[in-house]
């Protein structure tokens, strides 16, 4: 058991210690320092800055200015990505002849990659072309991971200004230098990783092959590691595969799943790191860092040791599910030998923590604490959290707490200098909302309507836990699935599309309105009545805002399914 314990120990150190190189690192790309990548990528953004007009890509943005812009360009790619979809059947590169997506398919899977959700309704490998996997699918995981990373950026940049307007950057050259000087490099490196432990990267559909056994079975094939880099480390997760991560071919051995796991948060946990240099108070960064780092390896201790201890009727029936492994009894179903029980766990932990989407196992088969425990990171979806959005759903909580404590003591409510007022809280509250409205009432419907019901493969609490994670993961941006619940259909695609969209856009035009709001503000010297925000009181505070403002808020959801399922495990009643 112990060296299962020393890999994940290993994978969390590696986390911390590429975020912080990565931090660093992204703290001098934001505030245009010099890099050592700027004499080989600046000849390639002036190009793109060219084209585009070196007056759009410079001129300094407020609040208003970056967020039309950055909707205007999510609207016009994800029409591209949709007819790219819908024409496929006439488009180049499509070697197994595959028709065009149905159109409602079509908008789902439009607004999933745009928004850097993911969510995948069809199998990859026998639906899209790899003309389509290319430009409509791992196109845009660029894209929106760069979208929701930028959007952190402009808000941070709002406790830097004194008090004038603007000051929030330019999208076009945010956009630009992220894609160009950090997710294009980093995902070259590892698309080059996967290829030499045996991930394909070719243009061919498949290739045929005579198993042992006799007949004959197609494999497919197409520019898998190319897409599978960055849908981890865009934290995207909508894989080549069908089943993703589990597949040999997207997946092929434990060093690729711990390559995959260091991409996947690499980034989320750096983007803390970066916030503490460009406002130049490492503490306060440390004291958020803390915090998140506390929520992970609870929430990741809970699936790890909820796995192996497994189900009690399979264990007092004697049926030692993972004896072929040498490791003690456990819950493998839905998991793969070659990764185990701590790989897979680990896997789920970090994918929902990140919210990347990408899996490596069966996520309806897990115990029911441990789905809690991803439920949990998701509706919450600020443990790390994905690019910018985790980061900035965390200081919602955070002005909240502020807010509050002021109250409380006395003091006046300010955080890093900006005094946090009704128009911000009012936003803030909007922005916080939105999140358990976009999941509660649409599952709640799904569960009386009978179009909706009959694509539950499982009644009862299980079923409802299958609704409940579908929209869950819609909204926090995830993309992964319970897999039980058959979502290809027009109700699903409907639905699931609306709350992918609602779950990504009005939360950052809300939180965007409070950084013009904070960027127009002066910033007020800290004195005696100042709330200091970056000790570690302050972060049990804020670590306390989470959880009591989450559990009021999706504890009742949480126990009419999976609460109630372990309940049910543990009287020996299986689902």
Same mark, same amino acid.
């Given at each position: 058991?112990?060296?299962?314990?020393?890999?994940?120990?290993?994978?969390?150190?590696?986390?911390?210690?590429?975020?912080?190189?990565?931090?660093?690192?992204?703290?001098?790309?934001?505030?245009?320092?010099?890099?050592?990548?700027?004499?080989?990528?600046?000849?390639?953004?002036?190009?793109?800055?060219?084209?585009?007009?070196?007056?759009?890509?410079?001129?300094?943005?407020?609040?208003?200015?970056?967020?039309?812009?950055?909707?205007?360009?999510?609207?016009?790619?994800?029409?591209?990505?949709?007819?790219?979809?819908?024409?496929? !059947?006439?488009?180049?590169?499509?070697?197994?002849?595959?028709?065009?997506?149905?159109?409602?398919?079509?908008?789902?899977?439009?607004?999933?990659?745009?928004?850097?959700?993911?969510?995948?309704?069809?199998?990859?490998?026998?639906?899209?072309?790899?003309?389509?996997?290319?430009?409509?699918?791992?196109?845009?995981?660029?894209?929106?991971?760069?979208?929701?990373?930028?959007?952190?950026?402009?808000?941070?940049?709002?406790?830097?200004?004194?008090?004038?307007?603007?000051?929030? !950057?330019?999208?076009?050259?945010?956009?630009?230098?992220?894609?160009?000087?950090?997710?294009?490099?980093?995902?070259?490196?590892?698309?080059?990783?996967?290829?030499?432990?045996?991930?394909?990267?070719?243009?061919?559909?498949?290739?045929?092959?005579?198993?042992?056994?006799?007949?004959?079975?197609?494999?497919?094939?197409?520019?898998?590691?190319?897409?599978?880099?960055?849908?981890?480390?865009?934290?995207?997760?909508?894989?080549?595969?069908?089943?993703?991560?589990?597949?040999?071919?997207?997946?092929?051995?434990?060093?690729?799943?711990?390559?995959?796991?260091?991409?996947?948060?690499?980034?989320?946990?750096?983007?803390?790191?970066?916030?503490?240099?460009?406002?130049?108070?490492?503490?306060?960064?440390?004291?958020?860092?803390?915090?998140?780092?506390?929520?992970?390896?609870?929430?990741?201790?809970?699936?790890?040791?909820?796995?192996?201890?497994?189900?009690?009727?399979?264990?007092?029936?004697?049926?030692?599910?993972?004896?072929?492994?040498?490791?003690?009894?456990?819950?493998?179903?839905?998991?793969?030998?070659?990764?185990?029980?701590?790989?897979?766990?680990?896997?789920?932990?970090?994918?929902?923590?990140?919210?990347?989407?990408?899996?490596?196992?069966?996520?309806?088969?897990?115990?029911?604490?441990?789905?809690?425990?991803?439920?949990?990171?998701?509706?919450?979806?600020?443990?790390?959290?994905?690019?910018?959005?985790?980061?900035?759903?965390?200081?919602?909580?955070?002005?909240?707490?502020?807010?509050?404590?002021?109250?409380?003591?006395?003091?006046?409510?300010?955080?890093?200098?900006?005094?946090?007022?009704?128009?911000?809280?009012?936003?803030?509250?909007?922005?916080?909302?939105?999140?358990?409205?976009?999941?509660?009432?649409?599952?709640?419907?799904?569960?009386?309507?009978?179009?909706?019901?009959?694509?539950?493969?499982?009644? !009862?609490?299980?079923?409802?836990?299958?609704?409940?994670?579908?929209?869950?993961?819609?909204?926090?941006?995830?993309?992964?699935?319970?897999?039980?619940?058959?979502?290809?259909?027009?109700?699903?695609?409907?639905?699931?599309?609306?709350?992918?969209?609602?779950?990504?856009?009005?939360?950052?035009?809300?939180?965007?309105?409070?950084?013009?709001?904070?960027?127009?503000?002066?910033?007020?010297?800290?004195?005696?009545?100042?709330?200091?925000?970056?000790?570690?009181?302050?972060?049990?505070?804020?670590?306390?805002?989470?959880?009591?403002?989450?559990?009021?808020?999706?504890?009742?959801?949480?126990?009419?399914?999976?609460?109630?399922?372990?309940?049910?495990?543990?009287?020996?009643?299986?689902?």
């Amino acid at each position: 058991m112990l060296h299962l314990w020393l890999q994940v120990g290993f994978v969390l150190l590696m986390t911390l210690a590429i975020s912080i190189v990565a931090g660093r690192y992204l703290a001098q790309v934001v505030t245009d320092q010099k890099t050592f990548l700027d004499p080989l990528l600046n000849p390639i953004d002036n190009t793109i800055y060219r084209l585009i007009g070196k007056e759009s890509c410079y001129r300094e943005m407020d609040w208003k200015s970056y967020t039309i812009n950055m909707l205007i360009t999510n609207l016009v790619m994800a029409l591209i990505i949709y007819f790219i979809l819908v024409f496929q !059947g006439v488009l180049p590169i499509n070697p197994l002849k595959l028709d065009g997506m149905d159109p409602i398919l079509a908008f789902n899977t439009a607004i999933s990659f745009i928004t850097n959700t993911n969510w995948q309704s069809y199998a990859g490998e026998s639906t899209l072309s790899n003309f389509s996997q290319m430009t409509a699918i791992t196109f845009p995981m660029f894209t929106s991971a760069a979208t929701g990373f930028v959007v952190a950026v402009a808000f941070i940049r709002a406790f830097l200004s004194q008090g004038e307007s603007g000051g929030l !950057g330019n999208f076009y050259r945010d956009l630009i230098r992220f894609i160009t000087r950090v997710l294009l490099p980093v995902s070259v490196l590892a698309a080059l990783f996967l290829i030499w432990q045996g991930v394909p990267e070719t243009m061919s559909a498949g290739t045929l092959v005579s198993p042992l056994a006799g007949g004959h079975q197609t494999l497919s094939l197409g520019p898998v590691a190319a897409q599978e880099s960055i849908e981890n480390f865009g934290t995207n997760g909508g894989g080549f595969f069908n089943v993703n991560a589990a597949h040999p071919y997207q997946n092929p051995n434990p060093l690729t799943n711990i390559v995959l796991l260091l991409l996947m948060a690499g980034l989320p946990a750096a983007l803390v790191i970066m916030f503490g240099s460009m406002i130049h108070q490492q503490r306060q960064a440390r004291v958020i860092y803390g915090v998140m780092a506390v929520m992970l390896v609870a929430f990741l201790a809970v699936v790890l040791i909820s796995e192996q201890a497994g189900t009690p009727l399979l264990q007092q029936m004697g049926i030692n599910l993972h004896a072929s492994a040498g490791q003690p009894g456990g819950n493998m179903e839905g998991k793969d030998l070659r990764f185990g029980i701590t790989l897979s766990g680990l896997y789920a932990a970090y994918t929902t923590a990140f919210t990347t989407g990408s899996v490596n196992a069966m996520h309806d088969s897990f115990t029911p604490v441990a789905s809690v425990s991803m439920f949990m990171q998701m509706m919450l979806q600020c443990v790390f959290g994905g690019k910018g959005v985790g980061f900035l759903s965390f200081l919602i909580y955070g002005l909240i707490g502020v807010f509050v404590a002021g109250l409380m003591v006395g003091r006046t409510p300010e955080f890093m200098g900006k005094r946090i007022e009704k128009r911000e809280i009012i936003l803030i509250s909007l922005a916080l909302l939105i999140h358990p409205m976009v999941i509660l009432i649409p599952s709640s419907i799904s569960m009386i309507l009978p179009t909706a019901i009959s694509s539950l493969n499982n009644s !009862g609490m299980h079923g409802y836990s299958e609704v409940l994670y579908a929209f869950t993961s819609a909204a926090a941006n995830n993309g992964s699935a319970f897999a039980g619940l058959n979502a290809n259909t027009p109700w699903y695609n409907l639905t699931i599309a609306l709350v992918i969209f609602l779950g990504r856009y009005p939360p950052i035009i809300f939180l965007m309105a409070v950084a013009g709001s904070l960027s127009a503000k002066p910033t007020v010297p800290q004195s005696a009545g100042t709330l200091r925000t970056d000790t570690p009181l302050f972060g049990a505070w804020w670590l306390v805002v989470i959880l009591v403002v989450g559990a009021l808020t999706f504890l009742p959801a949480l126990l009419l399914g999976p609460i109630a399922e372990q309940f049910a495990m543990l009287s020996h009643t299986l689902f």
